[in-house]
């Protein structure tokens, strides 16, 4: 992709606005209320484990179940974050940890 120095500044520019316009949009909708309308609250409560439930079956679809080699590396690595987080309730923990481990096991021990 060619374009050069002004093409890249014009880019920039607008991904900065758009950046700036969608992290100022909530405080522009809801402006000095102290009270979030109940539908916002609600999503607030129900989003992230949704999100995550998502994130937990979309890294889970290619597996194989033909193959321990194929599946117990992502088996193991998804159980120790499960393990990891409860305990700990540290999400980059987890998540660095689970990932290092997986890493581990397909890279050394599942070759």
């Known amino acids: 992709m060619t374009g ?10 607008v991904v900065s606005l758009c950046t700036i316009i969608l992290r100022a949009f909530p405080f522009l909708v809801f402006g000095g209320r102290k009270e979030l309308p109940a539908l916002v609250r609600r999503l607030g409560d129900v989003l992230p484990a949704s999100i995550m439930a998502v994130l937990v079956v979309y890294c889970f ?4 179940l033909q193959e321990a080699g194929h599946f117990l590396p992502s088996l193991i690595a998804g159980l ?12 980059l923990l987890s998540i660095g940890v689970g990932t290092i481990c997986y890493m581990v096991l397909v890279q050394a021990v599942f070759v």
């Open 61 to 64: 679809r290619n597996v194989d």
């Open 4 to 13: 050069g120095v002004g093409y890249s500044l014009a880019v920039i520019g």
């Open 80 to 91: 120790l974050v499960a393990a990891l987080h409860r305990w700990k309730k540290n999400i």
